[in-house]
């Protein structure tokens, strides 16, 4: 990792705005933070160098167990937007459409969709000073566009909230619209499956098949969902639809992404069982229907969430086995349960 992007990383651990841009609560714990990134930092430069090598100066990486090992263990921030793009496919689909993210730009717009947009611009990331008006350059500008071609690109979504928040991620880390776009795409369409249409039935069945792998894996939370009738979509949509945004760290939310565009969906139910099975005995203490709701708001807070290396490491062996065969098997049962119930 060149000197210049290690004391850039290792300074904002004591600066009101972290180095994305977001401002820190007024209760931030710095003090156990820069315990945390001392420690992450030395984790983080020897990855760098491990990256590096792997890449060794050209941009294609192949599909195999070597890169599945080096992304769960994280992909330093210099490369973190090459990657995303190769392994999502979405640089592949760039490279086959030069300047259709340009075009969708130029050709005629949806008024009504416009102007969803436009109402969202302010509430997306108040909390971060890239996105304010003051800014220079204000990301809102390249926020807008991104969202305004993938309403056009994808006439069956349009726009939804919660795409707002994915795609700011996405321009944090690549800095470039065209890519953001793309990486969009390569999530709304191809690795969550119809969470963002108008039914949202691939985001409910998704929740739904959660509650299947609590009653499988943590029973006992299962058990104390049902008995006090506090449906799944209650506690964790927001994990769904914003995947993690505004729920876990910024450096978690990257870590998490980093498997997602790599093994697809299947990453989220890891992530929400971890934090389940890891928070069992604290959910169980709850009595009530607000009690549960809230557990469940405390659980994606503390150490435990903050130490990403550790974390990420937790959710590919704390909820055991979880192949694609099941998630899909579960996902057709919930689906028809849900198309039944109208």
Not at 333 to 337: A, G, L
């Given at each position: 990792m060149p000197a210049e992007a290690q004391n850039s990383l290792l300074a904002p651990a004591k600066k009101r705005v972290d180095p994305y841009g977001f401002e820190r609560p007024e209760d931030f714990d710095y003090a156990s933070y820069e315990a945390f990134f001392s420690r992450y930092l030395v984790?983080?430069?020897?990855?760098?160098i491990k990256w590096s090598k792997l890449l060794k100066g050209n941009n294609s990486i192949q599909k195999s167990l070597k890169v599945k090992r080096y992304i769960r263990k994280g992909i330093p921030n210099e490369h973190r937007a090459l990657v995303w793009m190769i392994v999502s496919g979405a640089q592949a689909n760039m490279e086959q459409n030069p300047g259709y993210y340009h075009r969708l730009l130029e050709g005629e717009k949806n008024a009504k969709l416009l102007e969803a947009i436009k109402t969202d611009m302010n509430r997306t990331f108040p909390d971060n000073v890239k996105f304010?008006?003051?800014a220079d350059p204000c990301l809102q500008h390249a926020l807008y566009n991104v969202l305004v071609a993938y309403g056009h690109h994808n006439k069956a979504v349009?726009?939804?909230?919660?795409?707002?928040?994915?795609?700011?991620?996405?321009?944090?880390?690549?800095k470039n619209e065209e890519e953001s776009f793309w990486l969009l795409d390569a999530l709304i369409g191809r690795i969550l499956p119809d969470y963002y249409s108008p039914a949202m039935l691939g985001l409910k069945t998704d929740q739904e098949v959660l509650g299947e792998l609590v009653k499988m894996k943590v029973p006992a939370v299962g058990e104390l969902m049902e008995r006090h009738g506090v449906m799944w979509t209650l506690v964790v949509s927001r994990w769904f639809i914003c995947l993690f945004i505004d729920i876990l760290p910024v450096e978690t939310v990257l870590r998490i992404w980093d498997c997602l565009f790599y093994?697809?969906?299947?990453?989220?139910f890891r992530v929400a069982l971890t934090l389940i099975k890891q928070n069992q005995a604290f959910i169980l203490e709850a009595?009530?229907?607000?009690?549960?709701?809230?557990?469940?708001?405390?659980?994606t807070k503390g150490t435990f969430v903050t130490e990403c290396h550790t974390f990420m490491q937790k959710i590919f062996t704390d909820?055991?086995?979880l192949s694609m065969a099941t998630i899909n098997k579960l996902r057709e049962?919930?689906?028809?349960?849900l198309l039944s119930q109208g």
């Open positions: 984790v983080l430069t020897r990855r760098a304010r008006k003051t349009g726009y939804c909230q919660g795409m707002n928040f994915i795609a700011g991620y996405l321009i944090l880390i690549t093994e697809g969906s299947k990453i989220i009595t009530n229907f607000p009690d549960i709701c809230d557990k469940f708001k405390q659980i909820p055991g086995s049962t919930c689906r028809e349960k």
